[in-house]
Nanobody, 123 residues
Framework: VQLQASGGGSVQAGGSLRLSCTSSRRTSSNNGMAWFRQAPGKEREFVAAIDWRGSGTSYADSVKGRFTISRDNAKGTLYLQMNSLKLEDTADYYC?????????????????WGRGTQVTVSS
């Protein structure tokens, strides 16, 4: 499985970006998906996850109310709508596919990872 994330860029604080992640295999529609991020000098952290149907989601406290994860299984695409961006949201964002169908927060549950897309938020 190959995952490709896109949509990163530079934005001012308070702005919005939408990240996308496409999968090379249609069967990923049976798997939970997630976004993680890693800021310079910091460890990778969980951002948001969604179950295989798109009905169950999980969010890190730091992004609740600002970020929305969604998926379109017909298109094999995962999204992350990021609003009210803050300086501390600056990081490389990675999409990941769960071994299972659930919206898990632990990175160990995710078997496949895409290459990161960089998000830079400036004042």
């Amino acid at each position: 499985v190959q995952l490709q994330a896109s949509g990163g860029g530079s934005v001012q604080a308070g702005g919005s970006l939408r990240l996308s992640c496409t999968s090379s295999r249609r069967t990923s529609s049976n798997n939970g998906m997630a976004w993680f991020r890693q800021a310079p000098g910091k460890e990778r952290e969980f951002v948001a996850a969604i179950d295989w149907r798109g009905s169950g989601t999980s969010y890190a406290d730091s992004v609740k109310g600002r970020f929305t994860i969604s998926r379109d299984n017909a298109k094999g695409t995962l999204y992350l709508q990021m609003n009210s961006l803050k300086l501390e949201d600056t990081a490389d964002y990675y999409c990941a596919q769960n071994r299972w169908s659930t919206a898990d927060t632990q990175s160990s549950r995710y078997a496949y990872w895409g290459r990161g897309t960089q998000v830079t938020v400036s004042s």
